[in-house]
């Protein structure tokens, strides 16, 4: 149930105790489901200062600890860095479709507003 790394553990819910409206709630804020974009753009993992949110440092980690507890995304530390990594294979293996969907709605509305999203 935990990652561990510089002796710091970080809980994750494991496969089987991800929940579909956990992971809906998560992606429902607007900051959360830019993190989720940029994740899923970059493919890859990303420290949490390199998203540029317009939001406090503690905001932030609040932010990235909802993603962490309802499933959508892995943190673990390499070194002093907490990375974070979209957990696509778990979503995309209990809700086929779902990640694919809400990123393409949420790319088309960041067109249809004009946001740079």
């Not at 317009?54 to 943190?75: A, D, I, M, N």
């Amino acid at each position: 149930m935990t990652e561990t790394a510089a002796g710091r553990a970080l809980p994750h819910p494991e496969r089987e105790e991800i929940r579909l409206e956990a992971v809906l709630h998560a992606l429902c804020d607007p900051m959360r489901l830019r993190i989720v974009r940029e994740l899923a753009a970059r493919e890859a993992e990303l420290t949490c200062s390199q998203f540029d949110l317009p939001v406090t440092k503690s905001t932030t980690t609040h932010h990235f600890r909802v993603l962490r507890e309802s499933g959508v995304v892995r943190q673990v530390y390499r070194g002093t860095a907490k990375m974070n990594g979209l957990r696509r294979d778990d979503l995309d293996g209990l809700f086929p479709g779902l990640l694919d969907s809400l990123l393409a709605a949420a790319d088309r509305q960041s067109v249809r507003l004009g946001e740079d999203g």
